[in-house]
């Protein structure tokens, strides 16, 4: 069981440590040279820097059963395509059901800021009020994955 995170868009890694550390979850975080990570448990994968490299690494590493933490909507496809399991730093777990509407969502969204057109705004709740859910659902989400494999039968 690993956790992967999104070391450029993570605003919750204190958290993450804690609870893989707790858990004996396999962590591992990736980043470009912009963000200068240090941790106390896990490994960090430092990729070059451009557009997307981030996120390309960690396309290339995931697999099945995984959970990728990442508030990149369109890494979070990618990640579900190859069945892992996704979830934001604001304590939501993307999903194949509700994926296509964040993605469209942003789309619109970046399409009126492009014409000038301030759009929606919505009230910000600042990181100390997601780490409480956030935290609930990463715990939630490893013992889920640790509940199916060992249900998993012996080849």
Known sequence: MRVIVDGDSCRCLGTVLSVCRKKKAELQVFHDPNHQIKLSYGHDHQVDQGINSVDYAIIKECGEGDIIITSDTDL?????????ICISSN????????????????????????KGKAGYKTPYLGYEEKKIPFRMLLIHVLERQK?????KPMT
């Open 91 to 114: 304590g939501i777990e993307y999903t194949e059901m509700n994926i296509e509407s964040r993605l469209i969502s942003r789309y619109i969204r970046e399409r009126e800021v492009r």
């Open 147 to 151: 509940e199916k494999n060992n249900r």
């Open 76 to 84: 979070a496809a990618m990640a579900l395509s190859k069945h892992a």
